[in-house]
């Protein structure tokens, strides 16, 4: 888990400094029930992403959409700038 803190961190930076923070965490919040539909494109995905993002931020991401609670605490980080 603590490893995939420090990635949501690198996250958090990136989406603040692109101003998509806000964005990204309404996106989350509001697909509710669906994220787990898109953990399942990241599993299937995964040979093509693996070129795009490193295989440790896809397995964070993935854990990160199948789990509920991780999505709504990883909304308040992005909401709070919490990136220190």
């Known amino acids: 888990m603590d490893v995939n803190r420090h990635i949501w961190r ?9 101003g998509l923070q806000n964005l990204v965490a309404s996106l ?3 697909l509710g029930p669906l994220t787990v539909l898109g953990a399942q494109f990241v599993y299937i995905g995964r040979p093509i992403l693996n070129g795009v993002l490193p295989s440790d931020h896809l397995q964070a991401l993935s854990d990160l959409l199948e789990d509920r609670d991780q999505v709504q605490s990883f909304a308040a980080f992005l909401r709070e700038g919490w990136f220190t």
């Open 10 to 18: 690198i996250w958090v930076y990136n989406l603040h400094r692109w």
């Open 28 to 30: 989350l919040e509001g």
